[in-house]
């Protein structure tokens, strides 16, 4: 069964203390991988594609990695503002359907 | 460019009223899907389309009808409102490159 996990469900990071959150993915076969930021009353945000294993694409304060397995969103010395869900999706070959994590909820503190 | 609108942005139904949720996007893409998202749940893709008279079921299709008669709107109809419909309702368009691009939702409520 094609899904997609995210983790942890939430993190709380000290502004300027660094991390990183996890998308493992279970498909048959990749056509993309997606991450979105989301605030509170929106809706999503893109922010990165992701085509193939070795991919890797930057903004900002965020970098977004890729594996045959799971994805990482890596956040480097994070503020305030960067506080969100950020959920993961794929789509997968000969589909036009794509599958969302639950999302992880980050606060960064001051 | 506005995007991808959503009207209403809330909404009170009665279990067993319909309503059309509008959706519309100015960005000439092909794709278009609605999501319901429920908490713990994730986003659920309920319908999608992928040009003019070309639609299609997502994950969660039961209760809800879409059409697509240009390729700016892709309304949402509930036939018979159930409280299970109770949820986020989110519009998006999608790119060639497979990105795709919300709007800002409809808030239901059902009684």
């Known amino acids: 069964e094609d899904q997609v996990t995210q983790s942890p469900e939430a993190l709380r990071l000290q502004e300027g203390e660094s991390s990183s959150l996890n998308c493992s993915y279970t498909?048959?076969?990749?056509?993309?991988l997606f991450w979105y930021r989301q605030d509170p009353g929106k809706g999503p945000e893109f922010l990165f594609t992701?085509?193939?294993a070795g991919e890797e694409k930057e903004k900002e304060r965020l970098k977004a990695t890729l594996t045959k397995k799971e994805s990482f969103l890596h956040i480097t010395a994070p503020k305030p503002e960067d506080s969100a869900t950020y959920l993961c999706?794929?789509?997968?070959?000969?589909?036009?359907?794509?599958?969302f994590g639950t999302g992880t909820r980050l606060k960064v503190l001051a | 460019n506005a995007g991808v609108t959503q009207t209403p942005k809330f909404q009170v139904l009665k279990t067993g009223q319909s309503m059309t949720l509008q959706c519309a996007q100015d960005?000439?893409?092909?794709?278009m899907s609605w999501y319901r998202q429920d908490p713990g749940m994730g986003l659920r893709l309920i319908h999608y389309?992928?040009?003019?008279?070309?639609?299609d079921q997502g994950e969660v299709p039961n209760g809800y009808n879409v059409s697509r008669s240009t390729t700016e709107d892709f309304p949402l109809r509930l036939l018979s409102a159930a409280p299970s419909q109770t949820s986020v309702y989110f519009c998006?368009?999608?790119?060639?490159?497979?990105?795709?691009?919300f709007g800002p939702g409809t808030r239901l409520t059902v009684t």
């Open positions: 998006a368009s999608g790119t060639d490159s497979y990105e795709q691009y």
């Open positions: 498909v048959s076969g990749l056509r993309g």
């Open positions: 992701l085509y193939s």
């Open positions: 999706a794929v789509r997968m070959t000969g589909t036009y359907k794509y599958i």
């Open positions: 960005m000439n893409h092909e794709y």
């Open positions: 389309s992928v040009g003019a008279g070309i639609t």
